[in-house]
């Protein structure tokens, strides 16, 4: 006499589990999700309770001309500086001296955040008038123009609002 085996799994229950799986893939934002949205700087969403945000003061600005740009940036190699990469970029017009900005991020994590002053409001880079500065402020020289490792920029965010200070440079 000759047993018939069950099989372990029937072609319906593994199509069954693939939808499952695929479902609850989607459900599940990919890590570095990007946003590339363009946001209003708006104090209250760094007040306590808000959200994880970087409260971001930004000093030495040398001149009320043109225009400051803030970007959130995930701090990680893929991510921290690439051209479209962002998560929240605000642009405003700049003022002498010190001016305040909030950013929300998406989620508590590790964040870097670029400040560019464009001098005369070209939307071009400008290496000798435009001024720029990042989190954590890393030296920046001639040998390394710009771009400091990921590892030097990242801010830990937690559930709150998490205060910076950026120092502009200029060249």
């Known amino acids: 006499m000759t047993k018939t085996r069950k099989?372990?799994?029937?072609?319906?229950?593994?199509?069954?589990a693939a939808l499952a799986v695929s479902g609850a893939a989607l459900a599940?934002?990919?890590?570095?999700a990007q946003t590339r949205e363009r946001i209003a700087n708006d104090p209250s969403e760094c007040?306590?309770?808000a959200g994880p945000s970087i409260k971001v003061t930004v000093e030495g600005i040398r001149a009320a001309s043109g225009k400051m740009?803030?970007?959130?940036?995930?701090?990680?190699?893929?991510d921290w500086l690439e051209k479209g990469r962002w998560i929240n970029r605000i642009e405003v017009p700049?003022?002498?001296g010190t001016m305040s900005f909030c950013v929300p991020m998406p989620s508590a994590g590790t964040y870097g955040i670029a400040v560019r002053h464009d001098m005369n409001g070209n939307g071009k880079t400008d290496i000798t008038k435009d001024g720029g500065g990042m989190s954590n402020n890393?030296?920046?020289?001639?040998?390394?123009?710009?771009?400091?490792?990921?590892?030097?920029?990242?801010?830990?965010?937690?559930?709150?609002?998490?205060?910076?200070?950026?120092?502009?440079k200029y060249w």
């Not at 099989?7 to 069954?16: E, N, R």
């Not at 740009?69 to 893929?78: C, D, L, M, N």
């Not at 890393?138 to 609002?161: A, D, H």
């Open 7 to 16: 099989p372990l799994f029937t072609i319906a229950s593994c199509a069954a």
């Open 28 to 32: 599940i934002p990919a890590a570095g």
């Open 47 to 49: 007040a306590p309770g």
């Open 69 to 78: 740009r803030v970007q959130s940036y995930h701090a990680t190699k893929g």
């Open 94 to 96: 700049a003022k002498a």
């Open 138 to 168: 890393p030296s920046i020289n001639i040998f390394n123009l710009g771009k400091p490792s990921y590892k030097k920029v990242g801010v830990t965010v937690g559930q709150g609002p998490t205060p910076i200070t950026i120092e502009m």
